[in-house]
Structures are given as structure tokens and as C-alpha cells.
T-cell receptor, first 114, second 113 residues
Framework: DAKTTQPPSMDCAEGRAANLPCNHSTISGNEYVYWYRQIHSQGPQYIIHGLKNNETNEMASLIITEDRKSSTLILPHATLRDTAVYYCIVRVPFPSGSARQLTFGSGTQLTVLP | KAGVTQTPRYLIKTRGQQVTLSCSPISGHRSVSWYQQTPGQGLQFLFEYFSETQRNKGNFPGRFSGRQFSNSRSEMNVSTLELGDSALYLC????????????FGPGTRLTVT
């Protein structure tokens, strides 16, 4: 799996957009970018994934640069409940027969301030 | 659709005892993975089961074992507990066949005294 680099912490005002960056300069062509988050003492929660096109779902948007060496997770209107550690993971998806193991780095602690 | 459930949520055991944790995946999910999470080591993969077969195992001693039943429910067992086994144990399930994501349960918080 490609190594990722994320800032250790970020603050965001409630109601504003939270933009969380991730560098993955060694990403290979078949590796996807996944984002998960973990609220304190809860299990991790899948947010979104992408290969090279920008992606959006009900939770967030994922912007991947054209060279795929970095990406940004955008929470459009952050709430206090979005306070969590956000993990960026780069790996090939889970085809049948492969182990579905994830490895989380240290992630970014996002604190949404009232 | 109900999420991944894990029981019990909290557990306190004594060194030398054994413990069994249970996980029920999301309906229709046949893959179940187990992870150990500690502040010092982060998230570490224990093992994965698919259709009652262990497909991969992380770098943990043989005291850690698991199994999966025909209804996809899974259990993991830790024998001869050590203080270092205190952790949050997480179970995750994945939809077939090509799963881009894993859905985690709330975890079981195990404390070994």
C-alpha cells in the first residue's frame, strides 16, 4: 500500500467547509484513495473512495489532483458531530480472494469549533 | 439495514483468563475482518473470514483465534490473556463480491487487569 501523509490536526468552524489534505506521492495506477473517520471510542466509519475522478456522496466530496499524488476530503458544512480522526488510505480495492485488511496511519484530528 | 453489531461492548478480565467476542455482520455480507486498536500501535489486522474460511491472518500469536459460522456471524477468542491485550477489538464486514469499503462495528473494549 502507498504511504500517506496527513497533518496531525486541524480546526474548523461549525457550518464552514472542512478541507482535509492527504499526500500520496507514491500511489500506483491501480490504487484507490479511501477515507475513513473514527469518532472517539467508536468503530471507524467509511466515508468515500475514488480512483482519479472527483467523487461526491451524501457525506463528503473527494478531490484528487490530476497527477493523483494528493487528495482533499471536503466536508461541506461541518458540524460538531464531525469532530473525529480522519484517515486517508491508499490501496488496491478488495477483489474476491484478497485479504480485506486495512492499515490506518495516524490520521488528522479534526476539531469542529462552535 | 442494521449495522455491524458486536457483543459485549465492554469486558473486564483477569490475566490468564480467556475471552470470546462476537460479531454479527451486516445482512448479506460474507466477509468479516477483525482488528485490534490500541493507542500505541493503532489499528492492527487480526484475521479475515469469508464463507467460514480464514483467508488471511495478521501477525498475532496463536492465543488469538477466530471462526465464522454458516450465517456469517464470527467469533474471536483470546486465551491466556495478558495485560497488553487490553484494547478495542473491532469487527468489520464487507459486501460481496468487489468491496470498496468495510463497515465497522462499535467495537468491544477489553480491559485486562
Amino acid at each position: 500500500d502507498a504511504k500517506t501523509t496527513q497533518p496531525p490536526s486541524m480546526d474548523c468552524a461549525e457550518g464552514r467547509a472542512a478541507n482535509l489534505p492527504c499526500n500520496h506521492s507514491t500511489i500506483s495506477g491501480n490504487e484507490y484513495v479511501y477515507w475513513y473517520r473514527q469518532i472517539h471510542s467508536q468503530g471507524p466509519q467509511y466515508i468515500i473512495h475514488g480512483l482519479k475522478n472527483n467523487e461526491t456522496n451524501e457525506m463528503a466530496s473527494l478531490i484528487i489532483t490530476e497527477d493523483r499524488k494528493s487528495s482533499t476530503l471536503i466536508l461541506p458544512h461541518a458540524t460538531l458531530r464531525d469532530t473525529a480522526v480522519y484517515y486517508c488510505i491508499v490501496r488496491v480495492p478488495f477483489p474476491s480472494g484478497s485479504a480485506r485488511q486495512l492499515t490506518f496511519g495516524s490520521g488528522t484530528q479534526l476539531t469542529v469549533l462552535p | 439495514k442494521a449495522g455491524v453489531t458486536q457483543t459485549p461492548r465492554y469486558l473486564i478480565k483477569t490475566r490468564g483468563q480467556q475471552v470470546t467476542l462476537s460479531c454479527s455482520p451486516i445482512s448479506g455480507h460474507r466477509s468479516v475482518s477483525w482488528y485490534q486498536q490500541t493507542p500505541g500501535q493503532g489499528l492492527q489486522f487480526l484475521f479475515e473470514y469469508f464463507s467460514e474460511t480464514q483467508r488471511n491472518k495478521g501477525n498475532f500469536p496463536g492465543r488469538f483465534s477466530g471462526r465464522q459460522f454458516s450465517n456469517s456471524r464470527s467469533e474471536m477468542n483470546v486465551s491466556t490473556l495478558e495485560l497488553g491485550d487490553s484494547a478495542l477489538y473491532l469487527c468489520a464486514s464487507s459486501p460481496p463480491p468487489l468491496s470498496y469499503e468495510q463497515y465497522f462495528g462499535p467495537g468491544t473494549r477489553l480491559t485486562v487487569t
